[in-house]
């Protein structure tokens, strides 16, 4: 298994390479800096997200990550009716 060191950075470089032969050759080099990103190019140029979604344990783990609390009041309407509604508190 591959062994990670913390490095703390003062400034963050991102070099871009027109393709993976070129970034070969500059490893080949040794042209590549181990505290530089390199985002290798390619015949796609678009950018890949892939959504993620929250289960409800880590919505609420971020909330309280930073110190939202959501409670949930239940509301009288004029009608005698009554809704709940999801409240932010900070």
Known sequence: MASYNDTNLSNL???????????????AAG????NELYLVGGTDTTVKYTAQALTEDQKAQARSNIGVKIETWTFTLEDGSTVNKKVVLQ
């Open 13 to 27: 470089v991102i070099n871009h390479v027109p393709n993976e032969e070129v970034f070969n050759e500059m490893k």
């Open 31 to 34: 042209a590549i800096n181990p």
